[in-house]
């Protein structure tokens, strides 16, 4: 399993769950830190300006009390995602059918070797791609989301 973290300007930081790991609160919330840390490295101004805002999926890890506890005491602002509206995760919509475009038909013998190309595809989607995820597919689903009042919309062609 991947979990991926990116913003307009690309990616943020991604990990691999290890094999029977389940991703609980405890997990996540490990992934959080090591997140807030990449972004304190690499985009210490996202941090600093508080003009960065995570915005996560109803997963129960991604809800838990402990998650918004740690995000309460760093200061990191949470977009609450509406129930039942999977169309609005930029990794459903955009991140996840770019991998699997380029992964399809592959195939690989050694789960090192998913993991190395799954990073070399990563990095090679460009920061227009990403701004483009941004600046158009997903405000254009929000606003279907709120014309639909929160409910699941398909057939949705944004991408």
């Known amino acids: 399993m991947l979990i991926a973290l990116f913003d307009i300007d690309g990616l943020v930081h991604h990990e691999f769950v290890p094999t029977g790991q389940t991703v609980s609160k405890e997990f996540y919330k490990t992934v959080l830190q090591c997140l807030r ?3 304190r490295r690499h985009r210490p101004e996202k941090l600093c300006f508080g003009n960065w805002i995570l915005h996560c ?8 009390v402990t998650t918004n506890e ?6 990191i602002l949470s977009l609450p995602q509406p129930p039942y509206s999977p169309d609005l995760a930029p990794c459903d919509f955009f991140l996840f059918p770019q991998l699997k475009k380029t992964m399809k038909s592959r195939q690989f013998d050694y789960v ?5 190309n799954v990073t070399r595809q990563l990095r090679a989607i460009t920061k227009r791609d990403y701004q483009r995820c941004y600046y ?3 405000q254009e689903r929000w606003n279907k989301c709120m014309q639909a009042q929160g409910h699941y919309f398909e057939g949705d062609k944004t991408n």
């Open 112 to 116: 090192e070797d998913i993991q190395a």
């Open 136 to 138: 158009h597919q997903w």
């Open 70 to 75: 740690f995000l309460a005491k760093h200061n």
């Open 37 to 39: 840390d990449t972004v």
């Open 57 to 64: 999926d109803n997963a129960p890890a991604h809800r838990a």
